[in-house]
């Protein structure tokens, strides 16, 4: 069950509201139930088969995570076995759900001179938001082990956390230390839910308004072979898979952040105006920035982090965004992705001590032109379906490779008017920065508006209000009329 889909937007959402505000706000367990409840419901409609799988994973965390506490009178080798063993397991399903397959399939025929048979693929499923639950899990389990977090006195809400439907498909990746406290004193109010509610709408709008739209041309671009696209073509696809991967992702976490503050949660933000970055590092601070933060705490620090020699230091660099790279998906593409980005991080780092390069001033705008360019390049990696076929759109863009037939696909069989348009609009509220937006105060899509609608004392209703309410009726004809697109980062 998705965000977008009509049977969450008209019969899951109101019910599950209907019957959460039934409950009396004091009673926050019995919210806290049909909140569990629901976001059970949520998961299994759309994996029947893995939710009771996830709930017995989910106990058998939380029992470690109770010895894991750093007052239990427990041996502290034994505490680190306790807790390596559970993040082995937790990783070994991530791998099984999401790995196998390609290892079976790219990584094991190159080891075919030292294996005595082929091993066939055997394609399993891909658990729905796995790789968003096994981060949860791990932090929850390392939080527990370092004294970071206090398990909780109930399963029950351990597993709340977890099943949080908002967060539970595609993020923000939530730690426990951030939430735990929220399970039973969080407030519930009017204006909470008005703020909520309508950043709800601003993440629909961005997902249907932009990048939908978005998405069809870079999806008609991307079915033509590299041979049959110009350069201009090539660039138009990409641009238009820049922007739409970034409204489609930051459009899903102003929906989570929006749903959970209807029930009274407050979440970190998850974007930062990742386009108006004048660095690669800059843009790593702005975009997937939970993603960004758990890399830091759980991988990059224990590994040395930066206190170590400055080689070790790149060396963790590379590992962290090979990591990342292959977590957001099982093919080559995504490693290459991450190497790309670790190798632009490393760089970064060694001219920032080049006493040659620090020297050189150059205006902000050419910092974010460079910076978007290099994003840009990334994007080939991840939106292409092989490797071989993002080498070779690359050369296509940079004029190194020309038609293989010679016939020019028609100009507006892919880039229609409305296209140009949406890309247009897509790209000003994407890059410029938010003092030259103030005119869209109320719209800020580069920050994903963290600023809630208001709603005026004495019932005038504010233009922001006003202006979200017709979006909403937007949004809602578009759902009609269009056709159903699920979000990017589902399929990670």
Request: include cysteine.
């Amino acid at each position: 069950m998705l965000f977008t889909a009509p049977i969450f937007l008209f019969i899951f959402l109101p019910l599950f509201l209907i019957s959460y505000y039934l409950v009396p706000n004091k009673n926050i367990s019995a919210k806290n139930a049909v909140a569990l409840a629901g976001s059970v419901i949520f998961f299994a409609w759309g994996e029947p088969i893995f939710v009771f799988a996830l709930l017995i994973g989910t106990y058998f965390d939380y029992q470690i995570s109770l010895r894991l506490a750093p007052e239990k009178p427990t041996k502290q080798s034994y505490k680190k076995l306790l807790l390596i063993l559970a993040i082995t397991l937790n990783t070994l399903i991530l791998i099984l759900s999401k790995y196998l397959n390609f290892i079976c399939a790219e990584v094991l025929p190159l080891m075919k001179p030292w294996l005595a048979t082929e091993v066939a693929s055997p394609n399993l499923p891909l658990i729905l938001g796995i790789s968003f639950i096994t981060f949860h899990k791990i932090s929850y389990l390392v939080d527990s082990y370092k004294g970071r977090a206090v398990p909780p006195r109930h399963f029950f809400d351990c597993a709340l956390y977890i099943f949080l439907f908002p967060q539970l498909i595609a993020g923000p990746i939530i730690r426990y230390h951030d939430i735990g406290s929220q399970i039973h004193a969080r407030t519930h109010s009017i204006d909470g839910f008005i703020s909520g509610f309508f950043r709800f709408t601003i993440g629909l709008i961005k997902k249907l308004l932009l990048a939908d739209p978005l998405g069809l041309v870079a999806d008609k671009v991307f079915g033509f072979a590299p041979d049959g696209l110009t350069s201009l073509y090539a660039w138009g696809g990409i641009i238009a898979y820049t922007l739409q991967i970034y409204f489609d992702f930051s459009g899903y976490s102003d929906m989570a952040i929006g749903l959970a503050r209807m029930i009274g949660f407050r979440f970190p933000e998850n974007f930062n105006r990742p386009y108006t970055a004048q660095s690669v590092t800059d843009f790593w601070q702005r975009w997937h920035i939970s993603l960004s933060n758990w890399m830091k705490l759980y991988l990059y620090i224990p590994l040395g982090g930066n206190r170590v020699s400055i080689p070790r230091t790149y060396m963790n660099l590379w590992i962290v965004f090979l990591i990342s790279g292959f977590w957001h998906g099982a093919s080559w593409n995504f490693i290459v992705w991450g190497a790309y980005y670790g190798f632009f991080l490393c760089l970064e780092r060694i001219l920032a001590t080049s006493t040659f390069f620090k020297r050189i001033t150059l205006p902000g705008y050419f910092h974010q032109l460079l910076t978007l360019l290099i994003i840009t390049i990334g994007w080939v990696f991840f939106r292409s379906p092989t490797l071989s076929y993002a080498i070779d759109y690359l050369l296509v863009m940079f004029g190194l490779k020309g038609l293989a037939s010679g016939q020019v696909i028609p100009w507006g069989m892919i880039f229609s008017n409305h296209a140009i348009t949406t890309i247009f609009i897509g790209i000003m509220l994407a890059t410029l920065s938010t003092p030259k937006l103030r005119g869209l105060k109320g719209l800020n899509f580069s920050s994903g508006w963290n600023k809630a609608a208001e709603l005026e004392v004495g019932g005038a209703v504010s233009l922001q209000f006003i202006i979200s309410f017709f979006l909403l009726v937007l949004a809602a004809s578009a759902i009609v009329s269009s056709d159903y697109v699920p979000f990017l980062y589902f399929r990670f």
